[in-house]
């Protein structure tokens, strides 16, 4: 028959294992839906981040596979941008509580812009040119839309990062892939071994009929269009690694042939810009 202390010592254990099991759970995001907005994609995609590096993580990327963040030709597309990488960043130091966390810029004019413009950062700012883009104290680095250009100055940083002790670097959206006529065959495959040495802890990829979501600890996750109710999405299926165009198609043919007759995946290819609108109802 259990005496009064060891009950009491039994309750406090469970009490202890109730306290760290909310304390994990609520240091993941719900990482089984998609989000509602953009700013809630880059939110979410700061807290998939934060859950990485306190899983002790340390080198990873979020890529936010979306149109409007991809062609930045004008000056409105640039500020966006710009004020979304701070959304992340701010939610990474809110979620980690790090206070150290460096942002390094594609280039030294819109570090400098930046630094004056947002003077109440609680983060550090430097850009890939730097002569020395990263401090000692520095814990966490974010490395905001690096380019295919700055290569040799991503991975420069990256093995500084990877001494002792190694700190963690997130590179957000990055552009290190370039499909430009006269770059080598080996220097292509050079730069798709360096990244992946970085796992997708965030993914956002619409489609022209549904999405391909990965966030951090979970799945990769295929999600499709519910016909019954107009923009919302179900779940296909959840895989282990990134889908290859090969499997998307297996996987929209699958349900097409279980949903209801309807337009073919070819013809519904040109609404892929209404698909996003749907996903994103913010953008």
Known sequence: MLNLTNLMLMLMLLMLHYSFR??????????????????????????ASAS?????G???IVELLIPQLQF???????????????????????????QRVKAIFPDTGAAALLK?????????????????PVEDEDEIVVMVVPDYQM?????????LLSG?????????NPRLISEEVGVGVNVQKLKKFFLSTFPVVYSMRPLAS????????????????DKERLGRYRLAKELISRPDSEELEYIFGDVQEKSEEGPSLIAKAPSIFSSINRIMKAM
């Open 52 to 56: 990485f590096v306190d899983a002790g």
């Open 151 to 159: 290569l040799e100055y991503v991975q420069k940083i990256s093995s």
């Open 116 to 132: 004056y413009k947002w003077q109440d950062a609680a983060f550090g700012f430097s850009s890939l040119s730097d002569r020395k």
């Open 164 to 172: 002792d002790p190694p700190r963690p670097l997130i590179m957000w």
């Open 22 to 47: 909310m304390k994990a759970l609520k240091n993941f995001p719900l990482c089984s839906c998609l989000p509602n907005d953009l700013e809630g994609a880059v939110r979410q995609s700061g807290q």
């Open 58 to 60: 340390m080198r990873a």
């Open 210 to 225: 549904g999405a391909v979501f990965r966030c951090y600890p979970g799945l990769w996750k295929v999600f499709y269009d």
């Open 72 to 98: 930045l030709d004008d000056e409105g597309a640039q500020a966006e941008l710009w004020e979304l990488s701070r959304v992340f960043i701010d939610t990474l130091i809110e979620e980690t509580g790090c």
